[in-house]
């Protein structure tokens, strides 16, 4: 005997009650994708853990200061009693050369992967020597003063490194005599005449550090020009090159910096002023960020599950197919496990073939599950071409940094209108009056 059932005892196949449950069902699958982004930004910091672990066996990012002139001076008080003592004072050059030729290299450790360099850095330049008048009776000790050169990893410093400073030939030692002006560096002692004016010098220097290579404005005019074989450079700090070109054979750049551009004076005493905290320069980038993509993509996971869910509902009262509500859970638990696979699969990849398979498979996937579920090929169809615009809108929107949010609002809009469109023609959603007509 067949029990037929009438329409109001379906409940649990009830529009109104499949839409709330849906409802529930997206909030609760936010939880899920929330976990998904926690994994992917820890991937990501043992990512930037590995970055400075290989830093700190190679060298960090270095920042080039000077080099500048040191000359001590020995204060007496007008207080006999009060002992003398000694007063810095930091000049620094009239014009500041330097000219270098970075060689980049990937360094891998497991799957993840850093940025080092080797630099030669030909720096050349020439002092002014100024009037140093302290305000209380003084004695210039000439023969003390000696060059600093700011680097900031030594451990980048490689080989040796002399100075030639007029007609003398000065070589480095370790460390700084002082650290008002740097932190770290090397020093070049050198005895300077009274009746010296200027100061022609030139320096080589070997240096290799990682991501990052910077340069402190000291030159009353500083001309900075690099190249490098590197060909996603991003350039930082607080001036931009005054001309540069970027092509597949590297980048070469150039900054001209005066004074007036800078915070700074070209002499003083003690340690007021940091000539690094105007620094510039160049990041060595890696383009392939896929942690930060993935993690982009993660965030469009609520709008794959609504569009989706909206796409099952509009095939189900267009064709007069009813899907159970786990129908629903289990296309959705595909859509949220396809960025983890994603991200899975970009760590060994790369970003976009990671992203060709992840969406591919978890396409087929949900188009095999509903084939079998489904009577009607048309409801199928229609999901599955969705999902293959969604995939290809995320993908286009990942692309377009400059343009990814008017993009997306346009998308989104067009999607929108097209939903609307279809609405209209369901009969669920008319009137009594309008069925009649």
């Known amino acids: 005997m067949k029990i037929e059932i009438s329409d109001n005892k379906k409940w649990q ?26 994994i992917i930004k820890e991937r990501q910091q043992n990512s930037e853990k590995v970055k400075q672990e290989i830093a700190l066996q190679w060298a960090g990012k270095q920042n080039v200061s000077g080099p500048i002139l040191n000359i001590p001076v020995r204060i007496i ?12 004072y930091h000049i620094m050059p009239e014009m500041l050369n330097i000219s270098g030729t970075v060689q980049t290299e990937k360094r891998n450790r497991s799957i993840y992967k850093a940025v ?18 302290p305000d209380q009776k003084s004695e210039i000790l000439w023969e003390e003063a000696y060059f600093t050169l700011g680097i900031s990893d030594n451990r980048g410093v490689k080989g040796s490194a002399a100075m030639k400073a007029g007609t003398l030939l000065i070589d480095a030692v370790p460390g700084l005599k002082d650290t ?32 990052d290579l910077s340069f402190s404005p ?33 980048f070469k750049a150039s900054w001209l910096i005066t004074n007036l551009n800078r915070n700074f004076p ?12 105007d620094s510039f ?24 599950i609504a569009l989706t869910f909206l796409a099952l509902l509009f095939a189900e009262m267009s064709t007069g197919e009813n899907l159970h509500i786990i129908s629903y859970l289990l296309v959705s638990l595909a859509l949220v496990l396809f960025f983890s696979l994603l991200n899975a699969l970009s760590e060994h990849l790369g970003f976009n073939p990671a992203y060709i398979i992840a969406a591919a498979s978890t396409i087929i996937m949900i188009f095999l599950f509903l084939r079998k579920l489904v009577k009607n090929y048309r409801p199928v169809f229609l999901i599955t071409g969705l999902l293959v615009i969604l995939y290809s809108f995320i993908f286009i929107l990942l692309t377009l940094n400059d343009y990814a949010y008017l993009a997306g609002n346009i998308g989104l809009f067009v999607l929108l209108s097209v939903t609307m469109g279809i609405s209209v023609r369901l009969k669920i959603f008319r009137t009594p009056q309008d069925k009649e007509i």
């Open 281 to 304: 320069g160049v990041e060595f980038v890696l383009l392939a960020d896929h942690y930060q993509k993935s993690l982009r993509s993660a965030k469009y996971g609520i709008l794959f």
């Open 180 to 211: 008002e002006v740097f932190n770290s560096g090397i020093s070049f002692p050198v005895a300077l005449g009274k009746s010296e004016k200027t100061i022609p010098f030139e320096l080589n220097l070997t240096l290799s550090g990682s991501e």
């Open 218 to 250: 000291a030159g009353k005019t500083t001309n900075v020009s690099l190249s490098s074989p590197w060909d996603s450079p991003g350039f930082n700090g607080n001036f931009l090159p005054s001309s540069r070109t970027i092509d597949a054979s590297g």
């Open 77 to 88: 008080p007008g207080d006999e009693k009060a002992p003398a003592y000694k007063r810095v």
């Open 116 to 133: 080092v360099y080797n630099s030669l850095l030909e720096i050349s330049g020439e002092f002014m020597m100024p009037e140093i008048n």
């Open 266 to 277: 070209q002499m003083w005493a003690g340690s007021e002023f940091k000539p690094a905290n």
């Open 13 to 38: 196949y009830s529009l109104t009650l499949k839409i709330i449950l849906l409802s529930v069902m997206g909030l609760f699958l936010l939880i899920p994708l929330e976990m998904i982004k926690s």
